[in-house]
């Protein structure tokens, strides 16, 4: 028998499959989200997730509102 491989994924890497483009499922609410201008926008709750470029690593900057 082969071993048993983990099928969940951690929440880094779910917000790098959603900055590459390979999801497209919001994290918050589960929506499809919308790919713009470097912003990535959740129109259903309003959550917002922009990469900053300039660094070796990108930095989140992750805007949500409740109501």
Request: hydrophobic content about 40%; glycine content about 12%.
């Amino acid at each position: 028998m082969s071993a048993v491989a983990p099928i969940h994924r951690t929440l880094e890497q779910e917000l790098q499959a959603l900055l590459r483009g390979a999801s497209l499922e919001c994290l918050v609410c589960g929506e499809f989200v919308l790919h713009a201008g470097g912003m990535i926008t959740c129109p259903e709750c309003g959550t917002t997730l922009r990469g900053e470029v300039g660094s070796e690593i990108t930095q989140l900057q992750f805007e949500t509102q409740a109501g």
